[in-house]
């Protein structure tokens, strides 16, 4: 089965850094990549998703990037805010599964 | 637009007794799984459903814990004789075939 590593597990930024982390999967197959914000006592939602055909993808702060060759991928903050403060999952369904396997996540701390 | 629904939002239980944590999916959606996050943690895959196929009930971690889906829609997890170790948060996500999952609040079950 797929086995998804993500780092670091807990990353303390000052307001207004940028905030970076990394997860590596081991099915090469897989080809669908979210990732997912939980704060604080509430669910987990998605913010970001990138797919394997392509190598970045943006969405105002928030970039994920791709590298299908090394099986890994980045979540990239920039300009983080104290709302940015939650815990991160990346997830990657094995190939042929649409299952989720989510890493354990990180503890992103933006201090104002 | 209903997201996806659980009940209830909380459940103390006291040990050894069943309990049944039930979810309603959005509308439509095909895919419907079930995770657990025990505090502080990940988020650990229990079971999913897809359509009329049988179920992917690789991630129950005993013959204690069970689920249906009804009519492709509403799921239940049934717990039998609840053990300490069951006191978690057990989330219930639905996605379209391939694509985002969207998460319920939880349902946060404590066994004393």
């Known amino acids: 089965g797929e086995n998804v590593e993500q780092h670091p597990s807990t990353l303390s930024v000052q307001e207004g850094d940028s905030a970076v982390i990394k997860c590596t999967y081991s099915d090469s197959a897989s080809n669908y990549f979210p990732w997912y914000k939980q704060e604080l006592g509430k669910r987990p939602q998605l913010i970001i998703d990138i797919r394997s055909n392509v190598g970045e993808k943006k969405d105002q702060r928030i970039a994920v990037t791709l590298n299908k060759t090394a099986k890994h991928f980045s979540l990239h903050i920039t300009e983080t805010q104290p709302e940015d403060s939650a815990v991160y999952f990346c997830a990657a369904p094995p190939g042929g599964s649409y299952i989720p396997t989510f890493g354990r996540g990180t503890s992103l701390i933006v201090h104002p | 637009g209903a997201g996806v629904s659980q009940s209830p939002s909380n459940k103390v239980t006291e040990k050894g007794k069943d309990v049944e944590l039930r979810c309603d999916p959005i509308s439509g959606h095909t895919a419907l799984y079930w995770y657990r996050q025990s505090l502080g943690q990940g988020l650990e895959f229990l079971i999913y459903f897809q359509g009329n196929s049988a179920p992917d009930k690789s991630g129950l971690p005993s013959d204690r814990f069970s689920a249906e889906r009804t009519g492709g829609s509403v799921s239940t997890l049934t717990i039998q004789r609840t053990q300490q170790e069951d006191s978690a948060v057990y989330l219930c996500?639905?996605?379209?075939?391939?694509?985002?999952?969207?998460f319920g609040q939880g349902t946060r079950l404590t066994v004393v």
């Open positions: 996500a639905s996605s379209p075939e391939v694509g985002e999952a969207f």
